[in-house]
Nanobody, 117 residues
């Protein structure tokens, strides 16, 4: 199996930056695409950014140009550099992957990001 643990959340002022990290352990070769999701208070979970095994990245429209997703190779860690943060970025951010062979969804416990003055 695989375990994911997020870190790096916190309180930041609008316009500020944070870098989230997600550390993976366990059966690392089963990890291909990795994603960041977020859930804001009272809202549905939202896909924020993804990175494939080959390094191709995709972003939600709301974060394009402000957030940058990256990952180590092999996939032992996933990162999310968040710049020019806005109040609407306030959410719990989750690391996710779908295992290659079993297609099991693996989630971390999340890290809280609060953007407030």
């Amino acid at each position: 199996q695989v375990q994911l643990v997020e870190s790096g959340g916190g309180l930041v002022r609008p316009g500020g930056s944070l870098k989230l990290s997600c550390t993976a352990s366990g059966n690392i070769p089963q990890i291909k695409t990795m994603d960041w999701y977020r859930r804001a208070p009272g809202k549905e979970r939202e896909l924020v950014a993804s990175i494939t095994a080959r390094g191709a990245t995709t972003y939600a429209d709301s974060v394009t140009g402000r957030f940058l997703v990256s990952a180590d190779t092999p996939r032992t860690a996933l990162y999310l550099q968040m710049n020019n943060l806005r109040a609407e970025d306030t959410a719990v951010y989750y690391c996710h992957t779908k295992l290659f062979i079993t297609a099991d969804d693996i989630w971390g416990r999340g890290t809280q990001v609060i953007v407030s003055s």
